[in-house]
């Protein structure tokens, strides 16, 4: 996973933990995808602030997810249901294989129910 996709997952998760300076921060570094100038601009805080802000923001949210590991989980179960998704499709194209489709997707139900 991109190191930048990771942050943004992460941040959907954790967001909440980080204080409203951070999540404004954050928002503007990964969301809109501003420079530390720009974002220092529009705060109102030193570039070095910024940095700062936004490394101690990926501290917390890394540390959340050790503890957690809810976004992992969460990546793990968009997976399965992609899985999920494909034997859906392949059943439709070929009703030979309904059988087999019906069981793979049975299994990747388990799987699924079991990273909740």
């Given at each position: 996973?991109?190191?930048?996709?990771?942050?943004?997952?992460?941040?959907?998760?954790?967001?909440?933990?980080?204080?409203?300076?951070?999540?404004?921060?954050?928002?503007l570094y990964y969301g809109e995808d501003l420079s530390l100038g720009e974002i220092s601009e529009l705060s109102g805080i030193t570039r070095q602030a910024v940095r700062d802000s936004i490394k101690r923001s990926e501290e917390i949210l890394l540390d959340m997810e050790s503890k957690l590991r809810f976004a992992e989980r969460l990546s793990a179960l968009r997976e399965k249901f992609?899985?999920?998704?494909?034997?859906?499709a392949g059943m439709a194209e070929n009703i030979t294989s309904a059988a087999e489709?019906?069981?793979?997707?049975r299994e990747k139900v388990q799987e699924g129910l079991q990273l909740l």
């Open positions: 996973m991109a190191k930048d996709l990771q942050y943004v997952m992460l941040f959907d998760c954790y967001g909440e933990f980080l204080t409203e300076r951070q999540k404004q921060v954050m928002e992609a899985e999920i998704d494909s034997a859906a489709k019906c069981s793979i997707i």
